[in-house]
């Protein structure tokens, strides 16, 4: 039987107020599961997958160093970004319109008590989005997130991937290039990788996307690989 997955699509929203919002679905999931564990109960968890679109931030994950982020809070201001450092791991990435970015809170324990197969199959669920649209994709040995072309020099990112996990319960995501105006990762190195190239689908296939249409065939794949109903 699929476990039930809300879907929601937050759609333009601005970083800190997606942020807070995680926290609090993700502190209530949390706190219902402490409370099963203490009172010896068994109230269903909720999960959640979301979706949005972010205006121009910056996001620096714990293990990340703040030099990866090139601009001063001048040349942020000038470029209409924001800049946060946040709880999920991870390096520095950038966020802005024309980009996937999905949040999916799920309780783990619904699922698969493995982090390492929650990351792969997110990368999963990519690489067959891209697949569908005629572009090949996989993953680059040592490194999350997509890449095309991780086999050789040419090697260049599409999909930057941080998450938190505490209790099998998890936050934050991914972060999908579209439509994405690339010119934004020259302000960092991105994930802490400086000898690698980032792309997106528009570059790669030379024509803008409909993004609706690949957010219906992403979180088609997503449904099927985690054997989710979304509801």
């Not at 934004?184 to 690698?196: R, T």
Request: contains cysteine; hydrophobic residues 35%; aromatic residues 10%.
């Amino acid at each position: 039987m699929n476990k039930k997955v809300e879907f929601i699509d937050w759609g333009l929203t601005d970083y800190q107020d997606a942020w807070t919002r995680q926290e609090v679905v993700f502190d209530k999931t949390v706190s219902l599961k402490i409370q099963n564990r203490t009172n010896n109960t068994e109230t269903d968890t909720p999960n959640y997958l979301i979706f949005c679109e972010h205006p121009h931030v910056y996001t620096l994950g714990k293990s990340g160093k703040p030099e990866n982020l090139l601009l001063d809070d001048q040349s942020l201001q000038e470029k209409e970004a924001t800049y946060y450092k946040i709880n999920r791991g991870g390096d520095i990435t950038y966020h802005g319109p024309g980009q996937i970015v999905g949040y999916p809170i799920l309780d783990l324990d619904n699922f698969f008590t493995d982090i390492h197969l929650y990351l792969r199959m997110l990368e999963e669920a990519v690489i067959l989005t891209l697949a569908d649209y005629g572009i090949t994709a996989g993953r680059y040995p040592g490194f999350t997130g997509v890449w095309l072309d991780a086999e050789n020099e040419k090697a260049r990112k599409i999909c930057a991937m941080g998450v938190r996990c505490s209790r099998w319960v998890t936050m934050h995501g991914f972060a999908f290039n579209v439509n994405t105006d690339l010119d934004y990762f020259k302000n960092i190195v991105p994930c802490g990788i400086d000898d690698k190239d980032v792309t997106s689908m528009e570059r790669e296939l030379g024509v803008q996307l409909d993004i609706e249409e690949v957010k219906l065939k992403l979180k088609s794949h997503i449904a099927s690989l985690f054997e989710m109903q979304l509801i």
